[in-house]
Every structure is written in structure tokens, then in C-alpha cells.
């Protein structure tokens, strides 16, 4: 999906390191990295923790003025600077003029949502009128199911991915039981074959070209929030357009990771959450994306007055001028508390682009996966050392930044250990730790003394459980 860049991440690292005349496992080829990175400033606009400040810390680890590893972008991105400057001005004109808010000021609070969607345009590769900031991730994927998810008698199924994300799951289920169809025969789940941890795109297209004429929405994550592993969206949707069904995807772990064209694309509709890469804090507002080409057709099930024509909703005479188009899907007017973090982080965005953050984040999970396989890679097995591998694709075209990790000693007691040493990343069940270097607020120092921290927890497994592989 995205071009390849001229040198493979593991090339670059061994350049380097031979440039340098030292292993690539040296300190000095992430700081040569980290001084090549022309977005390197970028961490400036963002609070990083201190180590000092995380719950789970050791201080007899770890010098307590150092900043934590915060690999967990993808989970909860971190706060940008002028966050609290956007909030107190809102604030302070709330508190100064209270109602008149809403029309006066750098963001009149009833425009506000449309004021910043031309800061989400190149993140997810459409233009304004195909995007709408709303809600939470989860509203937004049963609102759009609901006008895209209309089953027939023969055409009446969902497909997604096995293991998808519990709310995806739950909103699939919910919408097939609202039209009374069976779970079982409606909810065609694919798994990804014997044996293997993520899915090979022949197969997902196979199921969609002998089912597709009973599939009625193809249903995908952008990103797995498990495995870290993107799939082919356009490829995707192409095949299951092809087979008449309607293509949609979640991107809450693909927006503000990887490059996104969902216009070019074709896809039909998508809907994010703003709180992981694009940090814009807990409960951020979400975003949905409602193809051109269904402007005129495809409508919103429920309505609320923000979907009426601005031009004559005041006028309150309940005569419904419904804004064709994305637009339209809004209930309530927007949240000015939660635009404000949203537009301080696109502000950032937009000066870092798209396209060079893919860049150096490509480098950058590349040369984490390359240091974790040259300590602790499966090669290293029968050396008793223990193994750490990696369940996200290695092929750059089929991940973003995540890297999911598991472990042949006990995963728990490693995490808590990274957790002492001030690596923030998480465990999810059944047994992988997410790591995700961010390419905004991450460095490939970062990337190396995670390593450190990584080497230095094993070998306390290894202390306390004896021989681990
Ligand atoms: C892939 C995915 N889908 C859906 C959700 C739920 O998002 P929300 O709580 O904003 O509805 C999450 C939350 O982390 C997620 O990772």
C-alpha cells in the first residue's frame, strides 16, 4: 500500500552501523539515527512523562529525571502543549460571555467541528465534505451501520475479522439482532489459518468472492488492535464492492499511523477514534467518513438538529433540511472541550505531514523489530536464551508502528518489569505486549534503551525462573 521507501529499515541500521565502524546493537547508531530524523523536534510540542510519575516504577531501577519510553501511542497518545492554552481560552470566553460563545471567537462553538476538518482531510485521504467529527468511535460505527446495513433475505451477513475489537464485535451483533437475523448464520467471521496469527489477504478476498453475493457489509479494522497487522483496504474493498456488498472499515488504530486514502480508494465508510495517534485525550471526540458517492443516497437513520442546514436551523420550524452528505449523520452540536485537544494535535500533524511521519515511522518500528530479532529472534532458540517474537506482519506494507510481542518466559512478570524500569506499552490476552513507537514524540534512543530495558527484564526472568525458553 505504501511505496517502498529506497532502503529496507535493516539495510539502513547496517549502513549506518558500518559508517560508524560498530555493531548496529550500538548507542551511537540510534543517536546518528536520531540525528538524521528531520522530525526529531516534533517531541518538543508534546509532554513526555517522567519516570517518576508512573505507577508502576521502581526507583531503584531507573534515575528518576529521565523521561518513561511511552510506547503506547496506540492506546493513548500523548498530550499536546497547547492543549491547556485552547481549553483555558475556551474557558475563559465561556466564562466571559457565556451563550454568545457560540457564534463569536477564534472557534464559534457551533462551527467548531467544521472549522478543523481541513486538518483531517490528508489524515485520512478525503475531502471535508466526506468527513464529520462526532461522537465516540463506537456511536459512530452503529450509526453508519445503520444506514449501510440494510440485510435482504439473501443478502443479509456481515463479514469481519476473527478476535476483532469487543465494541466492533458487540455493535456487529447488536445491529443483526435490531433486524432479528441470527447470529450465527449472520455474523461470517474469518480466521486466519491453522497455525499462523494473522491473515493472508488471498484468503480474506477468497471468502469474499464465493460468499460475497450473500454478504451484505464488509467490515474490517484498518489495523488489528492485536496482532498490529494493517490489512489491504483497498484491496479489500475493491472485492467486496465488486460483489455488490458496502465496504467499511475502523481505523482507530490505523488514523494518524499510516498513510489513508479513502477517497482514491473507494471505500464506502470508516469511523476512528481521536485519543490514540492522533491525541486528542481519553474520550476524544471520533470522526466518520461517508464516501462522495453516496451523498445523495445514502442517508442517516437518526436525526438530530445538527444535521439540519446550518443556514436555517435556528429558525426551529421542525422542518428537516437534512445537510446531504457526512454531515448530516450529526445529532448534537459539537463539544468545543473536546475540538480543542483535537485541533492542537492536527495543528501538529499538519506541519509534520502525513507522509514524513509514515516515513520515519517505517524506520522506526523497523529497526525495533531488527534490534529485538538480533538479540532475541527464533534463531536464538536452542541457545537457551530466551525467545521474544513478533506476531505483527514483517512485511512493512502490512503494519503500522505497533509490533506485538510474545514471549517463551512468563509474559506477565516482563511486563511488570518494564513497567518498573518506565516502559509504558501494554499486555493485552491472551499473551501479547503492544509496542508502538510513535514517529511524532518517539526516538530511535528511545527504541534502543527500550531494548536495554527489555535485555535487562528478561534476565531478571531468567534470575527468578531459571532456564525460561
Ligand atoms: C479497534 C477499536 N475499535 C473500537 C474501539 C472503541 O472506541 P470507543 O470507546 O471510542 O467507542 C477501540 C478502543 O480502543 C478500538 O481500539
Given at each position: 500500500m505504501e511505496p517502498l521507501p529506497l532502503e529496507l529499515p535493516a539495510d539502513t541500521v547496517q549502513r549506518v552501523a558500518s559508517e560508524l565502524r560498530c555493531p548496529p546493537t550500538d548507542e551511537r547508531v540510534a543517536l546518528r539515527l536520531d540525528e538524521e530524523d528531520k522530525l526529531r523536534h516534533f517531541k518538543e510540542y508534546f509532554y513526555i512523562p517522567k519516570v517518576q510519575d508512573l505507577p508502576p516504577i521502581d526507583l531503584s531501577l531507573v534515575n528518576k529525571d529521565e523521561s518513561a519510553i511511552y510506547f503506547s501511542g496506540n492506546s493513548l497518545g500523548l498530550q499536546p502543549k497547547t492543549v491547556q492554552t485552547y481549553l483555558e481560552e475556551e474557558l475563559d470566553k465561556w466564562a466571559k460571555?457565556?451563550?454568545?460563545?457560540?457564534?463569536?471567537?477564534?472557534?464559534?462553538?457551533?462551527?467548531?467541528?467544521?472549522?478543523?476538518?481541513?486538518?483531517?482531510?490528508?489524515?485520512?485521504?478525503?475531502?471535508?465534505?466526506?468527513?464529520?467529527?462526532?461522537?465516540?468511535?463506537?456511536?459512530?460505527?452503529?450509526?453508519?451501520?445503520?444506514?449501510?446495513?440494510?440485510?435482504?433475505?439473501?443478502?443479509?451477513?456481515?463479514?469481519?475479522?476473527?478476535?476483532?475489537?469487543?465494541?466492533?464485535?458487540?455493535?456487529?451483533e447488536s445491529q443483526l439482532q435490531l433486524h432479528g437475523l441470527d447470529i450465527?448464520?449472520?455474523?461470517?467471521?474469518?480466521?486466519?489459518?491453522?497455525?499462523?496469527?494473522?491473515?493472508?489477504?488471498?484468503?480474506?478476498?477468497?471468502?469474499?468472492?464465493?460468499?460475497?453475493?450473500?454478504?451484505?457489509?464488509?467490515?474490517?479494522?484498518?489495523?488489528?488492535?492485536?496482532?498490529?497487522q494493517l490489512f489491504n483496504i483497498p484491496a479489500i474493498t475493491k472485492a467486496g464492492q465488486a460483489k455488490g456488498c458496502f465496504v467499511g472499515f475502523d481505523l482507530a488504530h490505523a488514523v494518524g499511523n499510516v498513510e489513508l486514502h479513502l477517497h482514491d480508494w473507494g471505500v464506502d465508510f470508516a469511523c476512528w477514534c481521536s485519543y490514540k495517534y492522533l491525541n486528542a485525550g481519553a474520550g476524544g471526540i471520533g470522526g466518520a467518513f461517508v464516501h462522495e458517492k453516496h451523498t445523495h443516497?445514502?442517508?442517516?437513520?437518526?436525526?438530530?438538529?445538527?444535521?439540519?442546514?446550518?443556514?436555517?436551523?435556528?429558525?426551529?420550524d421542525n422542518k428537516l433540511q437534512l445537510i446531504p452528505g457526512a454531515s448530516g449523520f450529526r445529532i448534537s452540536n459539537p463539544p468545543i472541550l473536546l475540538i480543542c485537544p483535537l485541533y492542537a494535535s492536527l495543528e501538529i500533524f499538519k506541519k509534520a505531514t502525513m507522509k514524513a511521519l509514515r516515513r520515519k515511522s517505517i524506520l522506526l518500528t523497523g529497526y525495533l523489530e531488527y534490534m529485538i530479532k538480533h538479540c532475541y529472534g527464533k534463531d536464538k532458540e536452542g541457545t537457551k536464551k530466551p525467545v521474544v517474537n513478533i506476531i505483527t506482519p514483517s512485511c512493512i506494507e502490512d503494519r503500522g508502528c505497533q509490533l506485538t510481542l510474545?514471549?517463551?518466559?512468563?509474559?506477565?512478570?516482563?511486563?511488570?518489569?518494564?513497567?518498573?524500569?518506565?516502559?509504558?506499552?501494554?499486555?493485552?490476552?491472551?499473551?501479547?505486549?503492544?509496542?508502538?513507537?510513535?514517529p511524532l514524540y518517539n526516538s530511535f534512543h528511545d527504541v534502543y534503551k527500550f531494548i536495554n530495558h527489555l535485555s535487562s527484564a528478561i534476565d531478571s526472568a531468567e534470575r527468578k525462573y531459571g532456564s525460561v525458553v
Open positions: 460571555m457565556g451563550v454568545f460563545g457560540h457564534s463569536i471567537g477564534k472557534w464559534p462553538w457551533i462551527t467548531a467541528d467544521e472549522n478543523i476538518l481541513g486538518l483531517m482531510t490528508d489524515i485520512v485521504g478525503a475531502n471535508e465534505k466526506e468527513i464529520v467529527l462526532m461522537n465516540a468511535l463506537s456511536v459512530n460505527l452503529h450509526l453508519l451501520l445503520l444506514s449501510f446495513f440494510k440485510p435482504t433475505p439473501t443478502r443479509y451477513k456481515i463479514l469481519l475479522e476473527a478476535k476483532a475489537f469487543p465494541s466492533d464485535h458487540y455493535a456487529i450465527e448464520k449472520s455474523m461470517r467471521i474469518i480466521n486466519p489459518r491453522e497455525g499462523e496469527e494473522t491473515w493472508r489477504t488471498e484468503d480474506i478476498l477468497e471468502v469474499i468472492e464465493k460468499e460475497g453475493d450473500s454478504i451484505a457489509v464488509v467490515l474490517f479494522s484498518g489495523i488489528h488492535f492485536y496482532t498490529g443516497t445514502i442517508k442517516p437513520q437518526l436525526v438530530g438538529w445538527f444535521g439540519h442546514e446550518l443556514s436555517t436551523r435556528f429558525k426551529m510474545t514471549f517463551s518466559c512468563p509474559i506477565d512478570y516482563i511486563f511488570q518489569e518494564l513497567g518498573k524500569r518506565g516502559v509504558v506499552c501494554d499486555k493485552r490476552d491472551p499473551n501479547g505486549l503492544r509496542v508502538a513507537p510513535v
